[in-house]
T-cell receptor, first 115, second 111 residues
Framework: KAGVTQTPRYLIKTRGQQVTLSCSPISGHRSVSWYQQTPGQGLQFLFEYFSETQRNKGNFPGRFSGRQFSNSRSEMNVSTLELGDSALYLC??????????????FGPGTRLTVL | AQRVTQPEKLLSVFKGAPVELKCNYSYSGSPELFWYVQYSRQRLQLLLRHISRESIKGFTADLNKGETSFHLKKPFAQEEDSAMYYCALSGRRNAGNMLTFGGGTRLMVKP
């Protein structure tokens, strides 16, 4: 099976703009999670989507939002970009099984730079 | 609140030496713990999980609930083990997935 793919791989934006990142999960996976990775804060959970519904949410401001489509592909959006939003954004997909440890498979990430 | 702590940012050992990467956690429920690894220029990938109780690439990790630890061990380090290692805890709120990661430990195995 093809792995998790993320587009674009690199992005440069300026403060105040908005950005949309895309994630295509492994075929058959219904859960997609997003993480932000920065040198200062490390890997932080943003949110998880399962069957087009947000199932879990991390402690990020409302400028960060996401959605999932019927084919399980997911997008995340960041509005009114700030310099501190510069980070590697990772997407992870899993089967989304309940009641068991669900292995998450990570994509290569999208490197966002805010100038 | 759940928290994962990896006290060492960098661990440097010689090839053939034993390795122990420390991980401590804080979680009010019954934890599900994982070790993820990221080799140079590769994506983050699962190394092992405590429920499986398996050995992957010679690495093992035992969950110690009394000490709230999940240390990763390998008796004889190899150069190809050099990578970034992350301990993670799964909080299964709302029957979903959310991983809380530690800050990571960079393992350098010298020849």
């Amino acid at each position: 099976k093809a792995g998790v793919t993320q587009t674009p791989r690199y992005l440069i934006k300026t403060r105040g703009q908005q950005v949309t990142l895309s994630c295509s999960p492994i075929s058959g996976h219904r859960s997609v999670s997003w993480y932000q990775q920065t040198p200062g804060q490390g890997l932080q959970f943003l949110f998880e989507y399962f069957s087009e519904t947000q199932r879990n949410k991390g402690n990020f401001p409302g400028r960060f939002s996401g959605r999932q489509f019927s084919n399980s592909r997911s997008e995340m959006n960041v509005s009114t970009l700030e310099l501190g939003d510069s980070a590697l954004y990772l997407c992870a997909s899993s089967e989304g099984l309940a009641g068991s440890s669900d292995t998450q498979y990570f994509g290569p990430g999208t490197r966002l730079t805010v100038l | 609140a759940q928290r994962v702590t990896q006290p060492e940012k960098l661990l440097s050992v010689f090839k053939g030496a034993p390795v122990e990467l420390k991980c401590n956690y804080s979680y009010s429920g019954s934890p599900e713990l994982f070790w993820y690894v990221q080799y140079s220029r590769q994506r983050l990938q699962l190394l092992l999980r405590h429920i499986s109780r398996e050995s992957i690439k010679g690495f093992t990790a035992d969950l110690n609930k009394g000490e709230t630890s999940f240390h990763l061990k390998k008796p004889f380090a190899q150069e190809e083990d050099s990578a970034m290692y992350y301990c993670a805890l799964s909080g299964r709120r709302n029957a979903g997935n959310m991983l809380t990661f530690g800050g990571g430990t960079r393992l350098m195995v010298k020849p």
